[in-house]
């Protein structure tokens, strides 16, 4: 087995080492020395980088796009150094990124949220080790690692070496179950507390004409989209195929036996949309929602315009939070965000590292975060009786604004103090209180103790060696394919069925070995893992300390 020292974070995170924290960057100007300014001294020549950047369509047309828009404008005049970003399709990121790095034009600092892909080309020594570089070169997120050593403990592999960015955020829900509370009302149902009650609800949701136009045209939830790993989480099955069972670390097969099950009785009874496997991206589930004929919206959080676009449809309708029904392997929650995340990495072909690593020390700034969040005082904000901040045109601020959140991929927002949590969101309008409220009800729901999340967020896990690593690939989608096969098929093809032949797959590809590495890994480093009690520790410790600062 690899040894992965570093990589696993320690558990027992306090809250002296949290209250420690400093707001990052201080120490980032330095004061002139004497002698500079003296005759031969010349300043250091400005640095220029390329960074990758998401493109999701969403920037209106007349603000412009990546290669110059006012953010990008603000970024290049008031950061340390000159930037260029090269889009990369959000939902083929992977592809374009591998494209890149095969012609020699992949950027300097490589923005990616999945951990796999990050694997991945570190296995591919297309990474840079980032130990020295910090050391010699950066201030603030040096800072930062100093008062989050699981920043460092994340960010190095198997070799010892350090080599991603990370940051730190509230814990806070992220998929959620939205169910229409007027629907339950009129058909006298009462929150289903259980898969079972949930089943029966979602069928009346669909049979009983719950919108009273005399029609049977609604739905009892969606699969697309989110739909289908909610419903796995409702059975104790989370967002890696392993999971916890007394002191061992185990494959799960039963729990997503039990989940396909369910999803095939939802398919069977026509309480979803037999459409849902060609709905790729959940777009048609949320026209659905949007247009009133979904009963639960298995999503995550919800955007002002579709919360607008929802009462002007529908304006009876009122939503509530569901907590996660109760299965026979327990009560769990969906997917949660994660509090300390990696996001980054830096080219191994970078020619600059030092001008990197500036800009990253920049865009990690509180007050750079703070401005590509809200914008800039005086013109989209003014700080609220809380001191955070209050837009001042909410039209022009969507316009202006909401298309900034990739470019703050790396702002550790609990630095922000109080104002990064959900209880100080904007109320100057009925759907910023509305959401706001599901907000809150979302995280009390579902970042619970009592209702963990059912195994390790994929982040967490060690790296796979490559061979290893290659097993899971080439078995991974063979494997969904059978279990929404059996969802689908009938009584031609049973969950049973997929089960026995996802197993042989995995066992005839040698999957066996992968589950032996992670049994070891877990029994070699459960003393030092970040484990759940970590994680939820990690939320509750950051919310006492920052949540009123």
Known sequence: MI???????????????????????????????????????????RGSITVSMYERNNIPPEEGNWDKNRWTEWVNKNGPVDVKYITVPRWESLQKFNALFATGGAPDLILEYDTGYRNQWYSQRLLMPLDEVIDKYSTTYKDLMKQFPQ??????????????IGKVTPLMAGHRIYIREDWLQKLNLKMPQTSEEFLQVAK???????????????????LSGNGMSIIQHMFGFGEVQWRFEGDTFVHEWDRLKAATAFQKQLFD???????FLTDKNGEKAKQDFL?????????????????????????????????????QFGQFSPVIGSPIQMVGAINAGAKD????????????????????????EGIHWSKDEAGCPKPLDAEKNKKEISYTSDLRMMSSVLLLGKCSFVEQRPQDTETQKSLRELAIKANQAYVSKERQI????????????????????NTEQQMKDMWMKAVVSGGNYTPDQAEKDAKSVWE????LRVDEFYAKWYETNKANAFLLKDLYQFGEDAAKLYANK
């Open 291 to 327: 247009s009133g004929k979904l009963g639960m919206y298995l999503y995550q959080e919800i955007a002002d315009k579709d919360y607008d676009a929802l009462k002007k449809n529908d304006p009876g309708a009122k939503l509530a939070i569901l907590p996660l029904p109760k299965s």
């Open 508 to 511: 005839k590809s040698g999957g």
């Open 151 to 164: 920043l460092k403990k994340l960010g190095t592999k198997d070799d010892g070496k350090l080599y991603e």
């Open 3 to 45: 040894k992965r020292q570093g990589q696993f974070i320690r558990a027992g995170m306090t809250a002296m080492a949290l209250a420690g924290v400093v707001v990052a960057g201080c120490s980032a100007e330095q004061t002139p020395s004497s002698k500079e300014g003296e005759k031969g001294s010349a300043p250091d020549k």
């Open 204 to 222: 009346a949701f669909a049979a009983q004409d719950p919108d009273g136009n005399g029609k049977v045209d609604t739905f009892g939830l969606n």
């Open 269 to 275: 009874a026509g309480i979803v949309d037999k459409d």
């Open 454 to 473: 059912p195994t390790l967020k994929p982040e967490y896990l060690p790296v796979l060696p490559q061979d290893l690593a290659l097993i899971v690939k």
């Open 353 to 376: 590292p030092k001008a990197v690593m500036q800009y990253i020390d920049f865009m990690i700034k509180p007050e750079t975060a703070r401005t590509l969040e809200s914008g800039e």
